[in-house]
């Protein structure tokens, strides 16, 4: 019998963001390892922007890298948290994936509510698990304390 906290993978539409092209082909080779079977890429924040906001599936989940130019993954978590993107629900599951454990940047992940923080490198199991435990983990929108977080610019 399949567990039911991964039964739920294979019927998630996950926006995966990252600018580098070979991390993004092996996420999504894990991504279809663990059975999801409906995953958007995008290679920087202003690409995932647009793709969300006119995408004809609803998004469950977003995998998105931290640094990246043309927008990185705070700001996109910004945008998402504050209704910029008018078709997303600013309480969309967010995980932010980073080789990075910068203070500033772990700060604004926690202001703008993400659901989970994946440190790279990223194993099927350390994936699975993330979005496992970030589907669980509510969040209540707050607009004006998101407009007001200091993203970092990289």
């Known amino acids: 019998m399949p ?13 995966l963001v990252d600018d580098d092209e070979l991390f993004l082909k092996m996420a999504q080779a894990m991504l279809g390892a663990l059975g999801v079977k409906h995953v958007t890429t995008a290679t920087n924040g202003s690409d995932a922007f647009a793709k969300l906001a ?3 599936r609803v998004v469950d989940v977003v995998l998105c890298d931290y ?9 996109l978590l910004q945008s998402i948290r504050t209704g910029a993107i ?4 600013p309480d969309i599951c967010f995980i932010l994936l980073t080789a990075s454990g910068d203070h500033s940047v772990v700060e604004a992940a926690a202001q703008l509510d993400t659901n989970g923080y994946l440190m790279k490198p990223v194993t099927p199991t350390s994936l699975q698990n993330a979005i496992v435990k970030a589907r669980s983990r509510a969040v209540k929108v707050d607009f004006a304390r998101y407009s007001s977080v ?3 610019a990289h």
């Open 86 to 89: 008018k078709l997303i629900r």
């Open 150 to 152: 200091v993203v970092p």
């Open 54 to 56: 006119k995408t004809p």
């Open 67 to 75: 640094s990246m130019d043309a927008g990185n993954g705070l700001q």
């Open 3 to 15: 567990d039911t906290k991964t039964a739920i993978l294979p019927d998630l539409h996950v926006l």
